[in-house]
């Protein structure tokens, strides 16, 4: 599946942004998606996932550092995904990437991201203080 991720861009701490990742290709729906950010001399890192629901139901994890403050949705209809952030923090501030892999079906591989074969591009968030 190719994925483009946008909606990106400079917010004020506090503020929110939602970010997009528009899919195409294989078959959307039966996919498990995952955001990631990656900041600067920092490995990338697990933000949120949503599986697809072939494996006992619908399941969403956060990192610990958004959980509340971000939540992550799929339209299937439109084959994207959002990720809704509020409250943004400095620390926050990455490139976001989004992923997506056919096989993931339990939560350990759900947040690693190599066990997805399918990235975006990576769309900027930046948080000023």
């Known amino acids: 599946v190719q994925l483009q991720a946008y909606g990106g861009g400079l917010v004020q701490s506090g503020g929110s942004l939602r970010l997009a990742c528009a899919a195409s290709?294989?078959?959307?729906?039966?996919?498990?998606m995952g955001w990631f950010r990656q900041a600067p001399g920092k490995e990338r890192e697990f933000v949120a996932s949503?599986?697809?629901?072939?494996?006992?139901?619908?399941?969403?994890y956060y990192a610990a550092s958004v959980k509340g403050r971000f939540t992550i949705s799929r339209d299937n209809a439109k084959n994207t995904m959002y990720l809704q952030m509020n409250d943004l923090k400095p620390e926050d501030t990455a490139v976001y990437y989004c992923a997506a892999d056919p096989f993931i079906s339990d939560i350990a591989s759900a947040q690693d991201p190599r066990k997805y074969d399918s990235w975006g591009q990576g769309t900027q968030v930046t948080v000023s203080s």
């Open positions: 949503m599986s697809w629901g072939g494996w006992g139901g619908v399941h969403t």
């Open positions: 290709g294989r078959s959307f729906s039966k996919n498990t």
